[in-house]
């Protein structure tokens, strides 16, 4: 038996719900890196009390300012997080839903009740109960998605992190900046160049 057979519903799960505390991670990071805080309290006391819709809705306002320069990263900014929305609200039904494993399947099937009220946006009536069967198959697609945006993430991650962004500024070192101001560009004003 291979390994994708012995998996459970449940060990995809897993391995889902762990992904993605990864990428909730990286977008808080990356709404840091936008914000450009320097302050270590930032985070803990702001990023990090913020949900996942809340951090990329606060990135997609600051990246039009900090990225204007960079179209590029913008771009790819912008698919990073259509991504993630695609798949949280995904991962929500999973995660946050009533799991009822199918009869006699040994884990294969489930269907995943969701009790958290939503409106009905072309009716206007509210609903309370949605539904959604799921398989291994399923949840494996679902898996490789999470995978892949985590992937995407974090190579944004690693370009924004080297690049300069709008609004900051390259400082010098203090001694590169003390000896350029005293016009020698040596270690000591005595020093002269030949």
């Not at 977008?27 to 803990?44: A, D, K, N, Q, Y």
């Amino acid at each position: 038996m291979s390994e994708q057979q012995r998996q459970t519903g449940y060990d995809l799960l897993g391995r889902l719900s762990i992904t993605f505390a990864a990428i909730e991670h990286g977008v808080t990071e990356l709404l840091e890196r936008l914000l450009g805080s320097e302050c270590g309290l930032t985070r803990p006391y702001l990023l990090d009390e913020l949900s996942l819709s809340r951090c990329t809705q606060k990135i997609r306002e600051v990246a039009k300012l900090r990225l204007s320069e960079h179209k590029a990263e913008h771009k790819q900014l912008k698919n990073v997080l259509t991504e993630v929305d695609a798949v949280r609200r995904q991962r929500n039904l999973l995660i946050h839903g009533v799991w009822i494993e199918d009869a006699g399947d040994g884990a294969s099937t489930f269907t995943v009740l969701s009790c958290r009220p939503r409106i009905d946006k072309k009716t206007g009536v509210w609903e309370y109960l949605e539904s959604e069967r799921v398989d291994k198959t399923a949840l494996r697609r679902l898996l490789a998605r999470v995978v892949e945006a985590r992937k995407m993430l974090d190579e944004l991650l690693t370009i924004l992190r080297k690049t300069t962004l709008r609004g900051e500024e390259k400082i010098p070192n203090k001694r590169s900046h003390k000896h350029a101001a005293n016009g020698t560009g040596t270690r000591s004003g005595n020093q002269q160049s030949k």
